[in-house]
């Protein structure tokens, strides 16, 4: 069975929201049926007021179509009206009846509207009553209050002080860098790549579906909540179940329909509650707890430009040569040049530099992003599961290490001086401000409706799980962990980094998993890097 206060939150959730969508259809409803009757008695002639009465209410928006009811032939009644003007058997009498019949319909359509509403409201008393009768049998305990350890206290000071404290940013020469580095760059190639990678980020907008969501895939997505960090396990086990519940899933549909349909007028609900969970490491993470339906909502809504960003930006990187080659690669020139020497008509292309630029392209480059909606993935520090469809993150660091240990051995044998950059970005996800990722957004042609909705989604009302009784504070910096729509707005910022070290230092690939960052190789190649980070 469904946990009982996941089902309740939830059925309360959905039942809130197809009310207030309800209250607006019938609003609309009402509006257009009191302009309909309105010009309808304005008119003196019998047929013509029964021709704006049948015409107006086939386009009313009532609750059950008009146009196909059996009860109410509305095509015979216009029919029966053009008789009338030539057969004197038509008679006034028949007309009025007529047009009795559909006011009455009229006045049912308005009555279906106010017991659905009347329904509505009857079920979240229901909840609510249920929810007020179950106790949780802590109110012994009410007053006692985890202290933790002073780590915890430490670290978490330090992100509010990120989180809570905006920081001004230059938008203008943000823009300004990013037009050197893409429209203004000297090659043509990345010039006529970025013009393409605008086109498809437009289209993406352009061909939003804001009817995404089906049982099918509201299952899915419940299925990639469950194998990220984010969700507590109560939450996951009320997930669990839905997934073995057709008409709840429906039923949640429906309203993220809604939902998406007004997405310019979205505004998040309730409050994102902040656990905060120690790793393996010894750090803290800070995690958001929000409302399930939201939760799926935002979780799709991530997902979807995640997906698209990778996949248009990997497009970008291999197209029109806009990526340079790592130094030292070997020229096609040159290699044809060998093979002729060396006497080889199908020369073998497996070698050390294809293999390098394959794995940093295929499990180093944008790996925070999935490569398809509905990847089976492991969170940051899990472990592979049976079904996965990617390697985790903790086994595509391993390989990393692996590799970083080779090419050290490699350039050593053959002589080359080494060196090795191993670096990140201090609390990078908390201190991210939001300007600078509505700038590199709106540079890649974002439009203004989607800024708007991430705006919000970034400013959400925030408050530790542990502060009973404390007013909520808005994000002013930072972006949630753990979330698609988190790792979509770090990497849209990360991605302009990755290509100006290859752009500006000949060809070196940064090796960057979300902020964590490796690279080696010669000294004038790394010293090149740093002086772009300083």
């Known amino acids: 069975m469904v946990s009982s206060d996941g089902l309740s939150e939830t059925l309360h959730a959905v039942t809130r929201i197809k009310l207030d969508q309800l209250a607006k259809q ?57 008789q009338s003007e030539r057969d004197p058997s038509v008679s006034e009498s028949f007309l009025e009846d007529y047009e009795k019949m559909i006011r009455d319909e009229l006045d049912v359509q308005s009555n279906k509207y106010s017991f659905a509403m009347l329904y509505g409201q009857l079920v979240n008393e229901w909840i609510s009553a249920g929810k007020n009768g179950n106790g949780d049998g802590n109110e012994a305990g009410a007053d006692w209050i985890p202290v933790g350890r002073e780590e915890m206290h430490k670290e978490r000071a330090t992100w509010e002080g990120y989180v809570f404290t905006e920081k001004k940013v230059d938008t203008k020469a943000i823009k300004a860098y990013l037009e050197e580095l893409f429209s203004n760059s000297p090659s043509t190639g990345v010039r006529l790549a970025f013009e393409d990678l605008r086109v498809r980020i437009r289209n993406l907008q352009e061909n939003w579906n804001n009817s995404p969501f089906d049982v099918e895939t509201v299952s899915s997505t419940i299925k990639t909540l469950l194998r990220a960090d984010v969700i507590n396990d109560k939450k996951k086990s009320t997930l669990k179940e839905f997934l073995g519940n057709d008409l709840v899933l429906k039923e949640i549909a429906d309203v993220l329909n809604m939902r998406m349909a007004s997405r310019k007028s979205f505004t998040c609900e309730g409050v994102s509650v902040i656990e905060q969970r120690k790793q393996l490491n010894g750090r803290y993470r800070f995690y958001p707890d929000e409302d399930l339906l939201q939760t799926i909502f935002l979780q799709y809504t991530g997902l979807r430009w995640a997906t698209q960003w990778r996949s248009d930006l990997k497009r970008f990187v291999t197209s029109y040569n806009a990526l340079k080659p790592a130094p030292g690669s070997i020229t096609k020139e040159q290699l044809q040049d060998r093979n002729l020497k060396l006497g080889i008509s199908s020369p073998d292309t497996r070698t050390l530099e294809k293999y390098l630029a394959d794995h940093w392209m295929n499990e180093i480059f944008l790996d925070q992003l999935p490569e398809n909606m509905f990847e089976q993935r492991g969170g940051y520090d899990s472990d592979a599961e049976e079904g996965d469809t990617r390697s985790s993150p903790l086994a595509v660091v391993q390989k990393l290490l692996r590799i970083v240990q080779s090419e050290i051995i490699i350039r050593r044998r053959l002589g080359k001086d080494t060196t090795v950059i191993r670096s990140d970005f201090k609390w990078f996800g908390p201190s991210i401000p939001h300007a600078a990722i509505f700038a590199v957004l709106e540079f890649f042609g974002v439009e203004e409706d989607w800024i708007l909705f991430f705006r919000r989604v970034l400013e959400a009302p925030i408050s530790f799980v542990d502060d009973v009784g404390a007013s909520p504070r808005s994000r002013a910096r930072g972006t949630p962990i753990g979330v698609p729509i988190g790792a979509f707005f770090c990497e849209a910022l990360l991605f302009c980094t990755d290509f100006a070290v290859n752009q500006k230092a000949n060809g070196a690939r940064l090796y960057r998993l979300h902020d964590d960052i490796w690279m080696w190789g010669g000294k004038d190649t790394c010293r090149k890097v740093i002086e772009m980070r300083k």
Do not use: Q, W
């Not at 009757?37 to 049948?54: A, H, M, T, Y």
């Open 26 to 82: 019938a609003g609309s409803y009402e509006f257009a049926k009191r302009t309909l009757l309105r010009n309808v008695d304005d008119e003196l002639d019998s047929r013509k007021r029964i021709r704006l009465l049948v015409d107006g209410a086939e386009n009313l928006p009532t609750m059950t179509s008009l146009k196909g009811n059996p009860i109410l032939p509305l095509h015979d009644v216009r029919r029966f009206t053009l």
